[in-house]
């Protein structure tokens, strides 16, 4: 079943084996994926994509940057105020979930990520529901 048929799906994430486990699910299931690796270049590869069907997005990337101000910066691009973002992460749920919510985030899934649920969870939030995955 291709949950994920012709959905463009933009990953930022700076730990590769993440990458790669996210990106074998999602491509199995149709997804068109592009990724940007350390989160500075990330507003310049977003500018240039043609369409973006929902990003997902670390919290915790190198360098300091904050998936929490990289948020930020992508609502503010034209074009990119509703598409869905979803914090991918293994920081403490507790503490990130309220932040998420307060932020506008459309969901929160806890790494490690399960690989057969992982583009169940992403096209029902591509449906418009908001998932809270913290186990």
Not at 28 to 45: K, S
């Amino acid at each position: 079943m291709m949950l994920l048929k012709g959905k463009h799906i933009f990953i930022i994430e700076d730990n590769v084996q993440n990458r790669i486990v996210f990106q074998v699910a999602l491509l199995r299931h149709g997804a068109l994926v592009d990724f940007e690796r350390w989160g500075r270049h990330t507003i310049a590869r977003l500018t240039r994509r043609s369409a973006v069907d929902v990003i997902l997005l670390d919290l915790m990337l190198e360098d300091g940057i904050s998936g929490f101000d990289l948020y930020d910066e992508i609502r503010a691009l034209p074009g990119f105020a509703e598409v869905p973002i979803i914090a991918v992460s293994a920081m403490d749920p507790s503490t990130a979930v309220p932040r998420l919510r307060a932020k506008g985030f459309n969901g929160f899934i806890a790494k490690p990520i399960d690989g057969y649920e992982f583009p169940k969870q992403i096209a029902r939030i591509l449906e418009g529901e908001r998932i809270w995955y913290v186990e």
